[in-house]
Structures are given as C-alpha cells and as structure tokens.
C-alpha cells in the first residue's frame, strides 16, 4: 500500500503563480498567512519550491543568476488565504551597486512591513553557507521576530557523515552569531527533507485546519514523532 501524501504537501501541490510584485506596496492584500523563501542566487530556492509544489515550473529560475528583481506570489487554493513567496536571489547579477541597494531596500521593506508574513525558510547552498547575506536576511527577522528555518540545500553533494557534521556546524554557528532559527539537511535531486520542510510549513501556515479530519492531523503529528 503507497504511503498516504503529507497534507501539506497535498496542498503545496495545489500551489498556482498569482502575481509579481516590485515593491511592498503592490503586493497582493496583506491578509492571511505566507510563508517567504530567500536566499543567494544558486542556492537553490526555486527548485525547493517547485520540489514541493511538485511542479517542474513553477518558480522559474533565470538563466542569469541574480536578475530576478521581483516578489513572487504563489496562492495554495482557490478561495485561501494561505500563500508561498519567492523573494529576489541575491549574488551574482551584473547591475550597478545602486540597483542592488534598491532591491535590498525593497526585500528589507517586505520583511519588515508585510503582517501576513508567519515565517522565513532561508536556504543555503550546503557547502557556502551562512554567507554576509544570510546573516543579513537573520537579522531582519530577528528584529521583527520572526520564524526562520534554514534549509541546507544539495546535501546530495555530500556524504551523510559530512553532511551531518554540517548540520551541526550550521546550529552551533547559529548559536554563537545569537541567531534563533531551526536548520535541516534537503536535496531537491534525491527529494531527501520534504516531510521535514513540510511539516514547518504546516505549522506557520495552521496547516491542516482543526476542522480538518483527525485522521490527518495524527498522521502529521506521527511524521513529527
């Protein structure tokens, strides 16, 4: 018998693209629950997401890493007011200080002003991480208090001892910099941490709903025990 899916990524996979978004003023209304995913260009973010949205399509990364200026906006069902953000990599784009200073300007504003805003998942190329930009993105959430998860991204690059050594390395870093985030290990290419990342998820989002039959909420529970 095939194992019965996660719901949250029963409803991930319901994930349709809504709207991009330059700056915080023309984001969609700043109601319900949505949940961010950062990080530097070539860290892997838009195949997170499409891994789990269980589309090949969905987040499309560009061909020049780095020249994504805009907040993407992703709705998880017709009707909800739950939604994923794909917010500007950062890195490698050949543009002008002055350009990269603004889109920094409008990613600190979304950060800091968008209510509906319940948690961050930072990602971070396994073998480079906690860059001066991902101190940055924790920075910002800490001052506002909010939730981050950081995701080691292609830990298929490494074997699982040296894999494990850095997630442990990555927890006590972020203990030292006083840094409050959780941190997993993920691999897009194996689909290896998408019942772990899901069940964060589930959580910012109040995923499923207590409305929703016991049988899926123990289910989910069991995947945390």
Known sequence: MSQALHPVLALTGRASFQISSPTLALCPPDTGLEVAFAGRSNAGKSSCINTLARQKQLARASKTPGRTQLINFFTLEEGDQRRLVDLPGYGYA????????????????????????????????????????????????????????????????????????????????????????????????????????????????????????????VEAKARQA
């Not at 990269?100 to 930072?122: A, F, I, P, T």
């Not at 506002?144 to 927890?171: E, I, Y």
């Not at 030292?176 to 897009?188: H, I, P, R, Y």
């Open 94 to 217: 050949r543009v002008s200080h002055e350009t990269k200073d603004e889109w920094q300007r409008h990613l600190g504003e979304y950060l800091q002003g968008r209510g509906s805003l319940s948690g961050l998942v930072l990602l971070m190329d396994i073998r480079h991480p906690l860059t001066d930009f991902d101190q940055n993105m924790l920075s910002w959430a800490a001052r506002r208090n909010l939730a981050v998860h950081c995701v080691l991204t292609k830990s298929d690059k490494l074997n699982r001892g040296p894999g494990m050594n850095a997630l442990q390395a990555v927890k006590k870093d972020l203990k030292t910099l006083g840094f409050n985030a959780s941190v997993q290990l993920f691999s897009s290419l194996k689909v290896t941490g998408l019942e772990e990342l899901a069940d964060k998820l589930g959580e910012w989002l109040q995923y499923p709903p207590p409305e929703v039959p016991g049988d899926l909420t």
